[in-house]
């Protein structure tokens, strides 16, 4: 149920976000997700959408875009996007390789709704 308390989180951010800009809603959440995150993105879709109702972001759409994991060889520092979990470098075979991208969880872009007066 990790999904459910990232939710909770974001959803938490977007409050925080709307409150410094005295906006009255939340429009629309960009967050990035690495493909090794472990995080379901259909599941988090759903969470969030049920999740959302009582909060500020009840009218807001989630969009996430996945990002690829990528590497680092560490004998000729050539960087590489990893196609079907094949952790080694395409460029000199090392196996000697360390991820720097394909776990994180980023939040892109936060649009928020101007309270209007
Ligand atoms: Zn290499």
Redesign the pocket.
Known sequence: MHEYSIVASLIDLCEKEAKKHDAKAIKRLEIRVGRLSGIEIHFLEQCFDTFKEETICHDATLVVELCEVVLL?T??H?QSVVSENHFI?P??H?EDVSMIGGQELHVKSIEIIEDVR
Do not use: D, I, L
């Open positions: 060889c004998s000729c050539e470098c460029k000199c090392s």
